[in-house]
């Protein structure tokens, strides 16, 4: 008779530490998350492919990658540490992390992203109050007005538990029933940033659209959105926000600026919190997840 196919016997370790390598794209991040040595969980994750016969990682400059085969190894690993979570839970007659935790976001990325995303994590962690603050002002996390940031661009901060979770791409919007009109001009009106603004996207409009009339300043990416929607003109916006407005089109409109990395940052003392390790956990398998939508490879049709 011919042999049996046997299924490889998996180690519970090797899915852990490959899970942890997954979620934080870095062998160094991970170390520090499971308090393992690097060459451990290097060492863990090629003898789980080893025995998969294929491979759940792939290795680039920005850290790790999931293949296709890793993300579903990755769905199963959690589901199991679900699982396993709740047997703990319901052994020790504990319900889960219980109390507030204070995340603070550009306006933009909180109310055109966050808001609608979070109901997730309060289905699975009822206990949690998380309060989102959403300001131009940079909240301190060394001064401990706030448990969590979210943030665009590199920190400075090395003292700081920082995650890169995705990157936010940009491109030119316009509304559908005005595009043909208003590309056909020489130079179409433009919606922008009020002329107070510090970011990067403003400084880059400004350099390049010197002489385009601006026929609506807001220092509100959602009012420069329902702006252009409405007619005002054709304006530059996160590929996520436009995304929450169906009546922009992404338009061929030139150059485009860089694209913006989204970090979320702990302090270190804060991260070994449960209520607030969840929460950062949370919010960095969400912008996983959703990386097509915010850096504009699911884009609205031309």
């Known amino acids: ?90 052994l020790q007659g504990d319900d889960g992390p219980k109390g507030p935790v204070r995340l603070t976001t550009s306006r933009s990325l909180a109310h055109g992203f966050l808001v609608d995303r979070l109901g997730p994590l309060h289905d699975r962690h009822p206990g949690l109050d998380v309060e989102l603050i959403a300001e131009t002002r940079v909240l301190s996390l060394s001064r401990s007005e706030a448990d969590i940031a979210i943030r665009l661009g590199r920190p400075a901060d090395s003292d700081l538990l920082a995650r890169k979770a995705a990157t936010v791409g940009y491109a030119f919007f316009a509304p559908a029933r005005k595009r043909d009109a208003l590309l056909s001009r020489e130079q179409p009106p433009l919606v922008g940033y009020g002329a107070d603004n510090q970011t990067a996207e403003a400084a880059w409009m400004a350099s390049r659209f010197p002489s385009h009339r601006f026929i609506f300043r807001s220092n509100s990416l959602q009012a420069q959105a329902a702006a252009a929607r409405a007619g ?59 990386r097509g939508l915010l850096s504009g490879s699911q884009a609205q049709g031309e």
Not at 277 to 285: A, I, M, Q, S
């Open 232 to 290: 005002y003109g054709i304006v530059l916006l996160p590929c996520f926000l436009a995304a929450s407005h169906p009546g922009l089109v992404r338009i061929p409109f030139g150059p485009l600026p860089p694209e913006r990395e989204v970090w979320i940052l702990m302090r270190r003392d804060s991260a070994r919190v449960p209520r607030v390790k969840v929460v950062g956990d949370h919010l960095f398998e969400l912008f996983r997840d959703e």
């Open 1 to 90: 008779m011919p042999a049996e196919k046997r299924t490889p016997q998996l180690d519970w370790d090797d899915l852990r530490h490959f899970a942890a390598l997954a979620r934080h794209g870095s062998l160094a991040a991970a170390s520090r998350a499971l308090g393992t040595a690097r060459s451990t969980i290097a060492r863990r994750v090629e003898g789980l492919e080893r025995r998969l016969g294929r491979p759940l990682l792939v290795r680039t400059p920005d850290g790790f990658r999931l293949t296709d085969d890793g993300s579903t190894v990755l769905a199963q690993a959690t589901a199991m540490e679900e699982a396993a979570l709740v047997v703990q839970r319901r």
